[in-house]
């Protein structure tokens, strides 16, 4: 098996949003903002490669919206998924699964694209849709505070392709997959998001999504205003790093621009970041 770093691009959200109840003058520290409010974003899939099977983990934002979407947060940088892909030498007619950890635009957008006539039909046209079941309920049916990160353009579009199947199970851990890694289940982001968790050359490692979306997330009170039940993922986000520790476990970071693979130290505010590398170099040197 092997693992690829893939970045789709950057982006911008409010600062306020992304830690909640957290003051500014704390997260700052890690997570600058600019004039706007706004912080720097990452959208960062992960690619498997086992076997014949080449498995998308997460896919961006996309870029299908208008202008008048994308404005809102202010992509930045000169990453996109096609020319990543190509760097290590792939094309998206080649991906044979996508595994969507949850299916807010910034994670699945980029599943779904628009042919020349305007029509949406799924941009990687090999592909499966992977999703957990009860998550595509909650999705299909958004409560209103997570309508706005629930587009049924990237949604149903899926479901209509024929190429939507199905996770279910209850967790936390999902061990028996179809997939060559393990699944870690949260529910305080969102119901049922999936973190997939690999034994890599020796190594644990876990793509942590939307539970702790940058380095600067790592403080257990630090939870995003985004969250559906914060107080589930305060518990959530403890027992989680508790467990990481505890397996000497990498994690690997979707959002945080700077810090792509990352270790972990117990400190006395708790546990935070030891050391940061990039995928790639960490294990050319393993």
């Given at each position: 098996m092997w693992l690829y770093s893939i970045q789709a691009g950057n982006f911008k959200l409010d600062g306020g949003a992304m830690f909640g109840v957290v003051p500014k003058t704390l997260w700052e520290r890690t997570n600058p903002a600019d004039k706007n409010n706004q912080i720097e974003m990452a959208s960062r899939c992960l690619l498997v490669e086992k076997g014949n099977r080449l498995i998308l983990i997460d896919t961006g934002m996309g870029n299908k919206q208008n202008d008048a979407f994308f404005k809102h947060y202010n992509l930045w940088g000169l990453h996109s998924l096609d020319k990543s892909l190509?760097?290590?030498?792939?094309?998206?007619d080649e991906i044979t699964d996508v595994f969507l950890t949850h299916l807010h635009f910034d994670h699945c957008g980029g599943a779904?694209?628009?042919?020349?006539?305007?029509?949406?039909?799924?941009?990687?046209?090999?592909?499966?849709?992977?999703?957990?079941?009860?998550?595509?309920?909650?999705?299909?049916?958004?409560?209103?505070?997570?309508?706005?990160?629930?587009?049924?353009?990237?949604?149903?579009?899926?479901?209509?392709?024929?190429?939507?199947?199905?996770?279910?199970?209850?967790?936390?851990?999902?061990?028996?997959?179809?997939?060559?890694?393990?699944?870690?289940?949260?529910?305080?982001?969102?119901?049922?998001?999936?973190?997939?968790?690999?034994?890599?050359?020796?190594?644990?490692i876990i793509y942590t999504a939307d539970l702790i979306p940058t380095a600067g997330h790592l403080p257990i009170p630090y939870i995003m205003g985004y969250d559906t039940r914060?107080?589930?993922?305060?518990?959530?986000?403890?027992?989680?790093?508790?467990?990481?520790?505890?397996?000497?476990?990498?994690?690997?970071?979707?959002?945080?621009?700077?810090n792509e693979l990352i270790s972990l130290k117990q400190t006395e505010k708790g546990v935070r970041m030891d050391e940061s590398f990039n995928l790639d170099y960490y294990f050319s040197i393993k």
């Amino acid at each position: 098996m092997w693992l690829y770093s893939i970045q789709a691009g950057n982006f911008k959200l409010d600062g306020g949003a992304m830690f909640g109840v957290v003051p500014k003058t704390l997260w700052e520290r890690t997570n600058p903002a600019d004039k706007n409010n706004q912080i720097e974003m990452a959208s960062r899939c992960l690619l498997v490669e086992k076997g014949n099977r080449l498995i998308l983990i997460d896919t961006g934002m996309g870029n299908k919206q208008n202008d008048a979407f994308f404005k809102h947060y202010n992509l930045w940088g000169l990453h996109s998924l096609d020319k990543s892909l190509s760097n290590v030498g792939f094309h998206r007619d080649e991906i044979t699964d996508v595994f969507l950890t949850h299916l807010h635009f910034d994670h699945c957008g980029g599943a779904i694209d628009r042919d020349s006539s305007g029509l949406l039909k799924p941009a990687f046209k090999n592909a499966s849709f992977w999703v957990h079941e009860d998550h595509w309920n909650w999705a299909s049916k958004p409560n209103s505070r997570e309508s706005a990160s629930f587009l049924k353009e990237n949604i149903i579009p899926i479901k209509e392709s024929g190429k939507l199947k199905f996770i279910s199970g209850e967790g936390p851990i999902l061990e028996e997959t179809p997939f060559p890694f393990s699944i870690y289940l949260v529910n305080g982001h969102t119901e049922k998001q999936m973190l997939p968790i690999f034994n890599y050359k020796d190594h644990r490692i876990i793509y942590t999504a939307d539970l702790i979306p940058t380095a600067g997330h790592l403080p257990i009170p630090y939870i995003m205003g985004y969250d559906t039940r914060p107080l589930l993922t305060l518990v959530e986000k403890n027992s989680f790093l508790i467990d990481a520790l505890q397996k000497k476990t990498l994690l690997f970071l979707e959002h945080d621009p700077y810090n792509e693979l990352i270790s972990l130290k117990q400190t006395e505010k708790g546990v935070r970041m030891d050391e940061s590398f990039n995928l790639d170099y960490y294990f050319s040197i393993k």
